[in-house]
Structure formats: structure tokens, C-alpha cells
């Protein structure tokens, strides 16, 4: 007696293959995040389905896809079926959506607001669990011309060097410059030292006739803009 063909329908596949196949049907915004991550890893473990894994991977960061990309491969290797690969296939593809939110906020390439400020800076060093210091350079039209680190400190501060900054304005022929730093205690009040940089910026800027337009304290949701203040 020959066996009963087995179906091929979505609902009789084993649930590590619908992601897959949901993706392919209904479109990739119709999968929730866990499923998303399920068809990276492929794969779950004996006692649970990729996606089930992955629900509680997800849980575990507060259901946050920034917290997910925050977690190492080593914190990610603790869950049970995630072994190096899958752990860094997951660390990859957070990379790759940090960086895609950035390069969206440069190709706008025009600084019209403070907001669009956080938008191009929030990407690079918004996370950080260290503090960093970088100079925008703008056009007389507010374009970006360059975006460099300045420098990279400790959480308790950074060292900032005006002769640079002023001399990296002349070769690229910026005619504004925005300063933005990060606070990774999640602070958004500018220490006295924010304040003294700023003016010391400014005012050698000024004897070029370059204006410095706004400097922001960035953290992970939210920013200070000093010109939107009006303490620059």
C-alpha cells in the first residue's frame, strides 16, 4: 500500500521553514521581529522551534531591537541552540541595519534642523558605552561636507583639539561646523566643560568666518541642542 502524498501546505511544514515562506508570500513586513531573526539563525534546538528561540533571545532584551544589537556574541551564545556562527550572523545583520539608518540620514545630506543632526549622528554614537567627540562640516548651503571623529575618551569626557578641527575646516572649505558628542550615562545636560569647548570653538571659528551652528549632546533616544536653547 503506498504512503499518502504529505502536503505541501504552510500550516504542515515544520515551524522553522514559515518564516521563510511567510516572507516570500506576504512580504518581509508582515513577519514579526522574532520570526525575522529566526530565518537568520535557521534554526532553533531541541526543545524549541528557531522562532520560539528567538522570542526569547528578543525578550530577554526588553523586545528591543536596539538592545538586540547591543548584546554580544558571547551573551548571545548563552542561549541554548545559538552556537558562534549564528550568534554572529545575528551581531552582522544588527550591524548592517546601524549602519543602513545611517547612511539614509547622509544621503538627505542637508542639515535643516537639529533633528536631522540626531538623525545622521544617533546611528554612530548614540549606543556607545563610551564618549566621543565629532565635527560636522557644512557648505554654505548646510551640506555635509564631512563628519570626522575628533576624538574617543573615557565615559568621564574627551580631549578636543581646536587647532584640528579649524585646520580640517580649511582643506575641506566648510563654512559651518556642527559639534556633537555623545553622554553615555544617558544625561542630556551639557557639563561646563560642553560649555567652555563650545565657546572656545566659536570663538576661534569666528576669525575665520566660520560659524560654528549648533553643538548637540546625543544619547540613545533623545538629544540638546544648544542652538535650539539659544547657549551657543
Known amino acids: 500500500m503506498s504512503e499518502k502524498p504529505?502536503?505541501?501546505s504552510i500550516k504542515n511544514w515544520a515551524q522553522d521553514d514559515?518564516?521563510?515562506e511567510k516572507l516570500l508570500y506576504k512580504g518581509k513586513a508582515s513577519l514579526s521581529d522574532a520570526e525575522l531573526v529566526a530565518i537568520l539563525i535557521g534554526s532553533g534546538n531541541?526543545?524549541?522551534s528557531a522562532v520560539a528561540l528567538c522570542k526569547r533571545i528578543l525578550a530577554s532584551a526588553d523586545n528591543n531591537l536596539s538592545a538586540l544589537g547591543k548584546l554580544s556574541v558571547e551573551q548571545l551564545m548563552a542561549f541554548k541552540g545559538i552556537g558562534e556562527a549564528k550568534a554572529i550572523t545575528i551581531a552582522?545583520?544588527?550591524e548592517l541595519g546601524r549602519r543602513r539608518r545611517g547612511e539614509e540620514a547622509l544621503q538627505k545630506n542637508k542639515i535643516t534642523s537639529s533633528a536631522?543632526?540626531?538623525e545622521l549622528m544617533q546611528p554612530i554614537i548614540g549606543e556607545l558605552q563610551h564618549e566621543e567627540f565629532w565635527i560636522i562640516y557644512l557648505n554654505n548651503s548646510n551640506k555635509v561636507i564631512q563628519k570626522n571623529q575628533l576624538s574617543k575618551g573615557g565615559i568621564t569626557g574627551t580631549l578636543v583639539d581646536?587647532?584640528?578641527v579649524l585646520k580640517n575646516a580649511l582643506q575641506v572649505g566648510a563654512t559651518g561646523l556642527i559639534l556633537v558628542h555623545n553622554h553615555p550615562s544617558g544625561t542630556l545636560k551639557p557639563s561646563e566643560a560642553d560649555k567652555q569647548i563650545t565657546n572656545k570653538l566659536k570663538t576661534a571659528a569666528q576669525s575665520l568666518?566660520?560659524?560654528v551652528l549648533d553643538?548637540?549632546?546625543v544619547t540613545e533616544k533623545a538629544y540638546f541642542s544648544f542652538a535650539d536653547e539659544n547657549i551657543l
Open 18 to 20: 514559515q518564516p521563510r
Open 209 to 211: 568666518d566660520i560659524k
Open 215 to 217: 553643538h548637540l549632546i
Open 162 to 164: 581646536v587647532r584640528l
Open 92 to 94: 552582522a545583520a544588527m
Open 6 to 8: 504529505s502536503s505541501f
Open 116 to 118: 536631522s543632526v540626531f
Open 46 to 48: 531541541r526543545e524549541e
